[in-house]
T-cell receptor, first 115, second 115 residues
Framework: SAVISQKPSRDICQRGTSLTIQCQVD?????MFWYRQQPGQSLTLIAT?????????ESGFVIDKFPISRPNLTFSTLTVSNMSPEDSSIYLC????????????FGPGTRLLVL | AQSVAQPEDQVNVAEGNPLTVKCTYS??????LFWYVQYPNRGLQFLLK??????LVKGSYGFEAEFNKSQTSFHLKKPSALVSDSALYFC?????????????FGSGTRLLVRP
């Protein structure tokens, strides 16, 4: 399985500011995703990060609020913009390693608290 | 529409006793089914999966799960629970023909193993 790291692991931010979360994989992967896990909740898919093109966002999530970059096959960033306390969550990136691989692996998550 | 149900918010079991965490699903076509575990302040760890073949699949840490097509279920089991198994468990599904590779997660079940 791929080894996935995320930076920062946690942060406390003021409302109105933005935070960029990095996801680094130790090998080239075909697909990368970003999820949100609100306190006490399950995981909700934010978007699919597409290499070299705009991300594909799920219903309820927009690019202006959650811009995503994926410049290559091992790295992606998620920015949480103009934050409010409702954005306090764990943000996780996940990957599929190779075409046809069936298992999705997750990074350790970034714990965000917005005051 | 694809969906996953985990009917129990919490499961309590004594150490050494067998445990079962329930999951039912709804998906078009053949399901790809997964169990993940989340320990406090950690990301999601993959436990096991069913893609095809034997209905009983074995995974990490002594866990196993049984795929039941007629009941559309994929319950997680372990013959003898450990205190260290206490964590949050998520069932997830995707359709085998779903080219988006998106996972749909259940609401999660908290497992508490008493010494």
């Amino acid at each position: 399985s791929a080894v996935i790291s995320q930076k920062p692991s946690r942060d406390i931010c003021q409302r109105g500011t933005s935070l960029t979360i990095q996801c680094q994989v130790d090998s080239q992967v075909t697909m990368m995703f970003w999820y949100r896990q609100q306190p006490g909740q399950s995981l909700t898919l934010i978007a699919t990060a597409n290499q070299g093109s705009e991300a594909t966002y799920e219903s309820g999530f927009v690019i202006d609020k959650f811009p995503i970059s994926r410049p290559n096959l091992t790295f992606s960033t998620l920015t949480v913009s103009n934050m409010s306390p409702e954005d306090s969550s764990i943000y996780l990136c996940s990957v599929y390693g190779r075409v046809g691989q069936e298992t999705q692996y997750f990074g350790p998550g970034t714990r965000l608290l917005v005051l | 529409a694809q969906s996953v149900a985990q009917p129990e918010d919490q499961v309590n079991v004594a150490e050494g006793n067998p445990l079962t965490v329930k999951c039912t699903y709804s998906v078009s076509g053949n399901p790809y089914l997964f169990w993940y575990v989340q320990y406090p302040n950690r990301g999601l760890q993959f436990l096991l999966k069913y893609i095809t073949g034997d209905n009983l699949v074995k995974g990490s840490y002594g866990f196993e799960a049984e795929f039941n097509k007629s009941q559309t279920s994929f319950h997680l089991k372990k013959p003898s629970a450990l205190v260290s198994d206490s964590a949050l468990y998520f069932c997830a599904v995707r359709g085998g023909m779903d080219s988006s590779y998106k996972l749909i997660f259940g609401s999660g079940t908290r497992l508490l193993v008493r010494p």
